[in-house]
């Protein structure tokens, strides 16, 4: 694996690979500073790329295998290695597990500490690879069926907004579960945009939800 100051930025690799041009990445770099986003979902939201794009030259800048997850029929001793919260937490699906080594496929970059985590948790080494997103999200659903929530409160895939509240409150007569609904958007937001902290400000007669920060 690359360390962090051999890594070749991810505008760099896209523009070598032909998956877009300078002033796609320009732009992109431009338009996810604006809405706080990273590149890639940049560049994805301005529809110059797509997640399989993405996720292949986040391999290359990683130093780790790109897999095409729709090609793999996980069996059911794998999928037991890992319980749905961690799945759910770190956005991984197992895929194969060689000896004490198990290898996870993921379209997020996963950090040291992220697999420390991980090889404590499942008590063996941990090594990763790169999926597009669609497909990683499809393997969580259709393997631990995690996904309903997000159907649910974003609908075709777009992203909820803050103006949304009032149709997620729609969803249950449960108070309790409405606020966990709630936290549960707000907290997956913040991790979307790496937010350090989440500020809620009490108003007269609502509740104002600011962006993270």
Same mark, same amino acid.
């Given at each position: 694996? #690359? ?13 070598? +690979? ?15 500073? *604006?809405?706080?986003?990273? +590149?890639?979902?940049? +560049?994805?939201?301005?529809?110059y790329l797509d997640d399989e794009k +993405?996720?292949?030259? #986040?391999?290359?800048?990683?130093? =780790? ?7 793999? *029929? ?17 956005? !991984? ?10 290898? =996870? &496929?993921?379209? @997020?970059? #996963? *950090?040291?500490? /992220?697999?420390?985590?991980? @090889? ?5 080494? =941990?090594?990763?690879? !790169? &999926? ?6 499809? &393997? ?5 069926? !995690?996904?309903? $929530?997000? %159907? $649910? !409160? ?11 509240? %009032? &149709? ?9 579960? $409405? ?10 937001? /913040? ?5 350090? %902290?989440?500020?809620?400000?009490? $108003?007269? *007669? ?6 993270? @920060?």
């Amino acid at each position: 694996m #690359l360390t962090e100051s051999k890594k070749m930025p991810l505008g760099k690799i896209l523009v070598g +690979l032909k998956f877009c041009t300078v002033e796609q990445v320009k732009e992109g770099l431009k338009h996810g500073k *604006e809405h706080m986003m990273m +590149l890639g979902e940049s +560049l994805i939201q301005l529809e110059y790329l797509d997640d399989e794009k +993405l996720a292949r030259a #986040l391999a290359k800048q990683q130093g =780790v295998k790109f897999v095409n997850l729709n090609k793999y *029929e996980l069996a059911p001793e794998i999928i037991q290695l890992v319980t749905k919260d961690v799945v759910e937490e770190h956005e !991984i699906v197992p895929v194969v597990k060689k000896g004490r080594q198990v290898t =996870v &496929a993921t379209h @997020r970059v #996963l *950090e040291f500490y /992220a697999l420390d985590n991980l @090889r404590f948790i499942l008590g063996n080494e =941990v090594d990763w690879v !790169i &999926a597009p997103e669609s497909t990683v999200k499809a &393997a969580m659903k259709k393997y631990y069926g !995690i996904g309903g $929530m997000d %159907d $649910m !409160i974003h609908g075709d895939g777009e992203d909820v907004s803050y103006k949304d509240f %009032d &149709a997620v409150e729609a969803v249950t007569d449960d108070e309790e579960g $409405m606020v966990a609904q709630l936290v549960q958007v707000l907290i997956s937001d /913040a991790i979307k945009q790496r937010a350090s %902290d989440i500020h809620v400000e009490p $108003m007269e *007669e609502k509740t104002a939800h600011p962006l993270p @920060r």
